[in-house]
């Protein structure tokens, strides 16, 4: 099966136009759902996200306190609480106790959530199992409620059978109708639901303007991975989809065009984040690479170094 990228015509003229600047698309590539309105010119703040600690979260080595104060440490704005981490296990939700204490112990080290994060799949074609999930989103969204989480991450998904299943199909029967209703149910909560370009069902800018617009809600968006538009030119996907974009997963690595992966350009990246007028929050992510000692602590800190350099010379 072709990769997802050429299976829709890309929009060369808005790859990289600031907000404000998106001329008449093709009517295929075409989405019915607005690009957000941002005004006063870009504003970036830093997040980390949870799962960059993953290993240690999940084997009792840390918890989300201490996932906190490194946050605080680091000087960062805010934190992403994934809801992996989050007693007594996931997927149950947190008590409002537990809730309630986390959120006390980040106003008191100066941080707020960026974001919170489930693991769910829509592209399953049993319907009954996809509203279970459905069910399972919405008792987040009102733990992002409590939380005070501006943003709850989603997944579209990676259980259907790319090689015998329809794209179009599958996006326009399974997920885009799942992530309307967990929108519906997010707007009136407060909460907005974004899904993550996870590379299995997105993989490309055109994927991602395609489900938007399906879904064509204000109160969905976009979690922005910069590691996973596997196409030939993945900076020119993160510019077309920046106007959608509600929060990140700033990854040190992105796809190199060809067939592997190589460290991100953050000089690039930033040029064009300051372009298209971002206002948010952007998360930043690091993982374990190969066979190299990993080291989340230190990994992180270098990274978010970099970040605010970049940051500093495109300012």
């Not at 309630?100 to 049993?126: C, M, P, Q, V, W």
């Not at 976009?222 to 996973?228: M, Q, R």
């Not at 952007?282 to 990274?303: K, M, N, V």
Request: with cysteine.
């Amino acid at each position: 099966m072709d990769n997802a990228w050429s299976r829709r015509t890309f929009i060369k003229a808005a790859s990289l136009a600031p907000v404000g600047a998106w001329a008449g698309l093709g009517a295929r590539e075409a989405s019915a759902q607005q690009p957000i309105e941002r005004l006063g010119g870009p504003k970036i703040k830093l997040s980390v996200n949870a799962y960059s600690f993953n290993a240690l979260l999940r084997e009792g080595e840390m918890d989300l306190f201490d996932f906190l104060a490194y946050c605080a440490q680091e000087g960062v704005d805010a934190a992403d609480p994934t809801g992996y981490y989050w007693p007594p296990g996931y997927p149950e939700v947190p008590s409002d106790a537990d809730i309630s204490e986390l959120k006390l112990r980040a106003h008191h080290l100066g941080l707020a959530f960026s974001g919170t994060g489930i693991r769910n799949d829509f592209t399953r074609a049993d319907a009954a199992s996809r509203e279970e999930v459905i069910e399972l989103t919405k008792r987040w969204i009102d733990a992002a409620v409590k939380m005070g989480a501006p943003v709850i991450r989603v997944f579209a998904g990676h259980a259907w059978d790319e090689a015998e299943e329809d794209w179009d199909q599958v996006a326009e029967e399974r997920v885009a109708p799942a992530f309307r209703e967990c929108a519906a149910y997010g707007e009136e909560r407060g909460v907005i639901v974004a899904v993550q370009n996870h590379a299995h069902f997105l993989r490309s800018a055109g994927d991602i303007l395609r489900i938007m617009e399906l879904v064509d809600s204000p109160w969905f968006g976009l979690v922005c991975d910069t590691g996973s538009f596997t196409t030939p030119a993945p900076y020119d996907d993160i510019a077309q989809v920046i106007p959608h974009t509600v929060n990140w997963q700033l990854k040190e690595r992105i796809y190199d065009g060809a067939d592997g992966r190589e460290r991100i350009d953050l000089v690039r990246l930033m040029e064009i984040v300051r372009e298209q007028g971002y206002r948010g929050y952007i998360p930043l992510e690091t993982l374990p690479s190969g066979d190299e000692p990993y080291d989340p602590h230190t990994q992180l800190r270098a990274f978010a170094a970099e970040v605010r350099e970049a940051i500093a010379e495109t300012a």
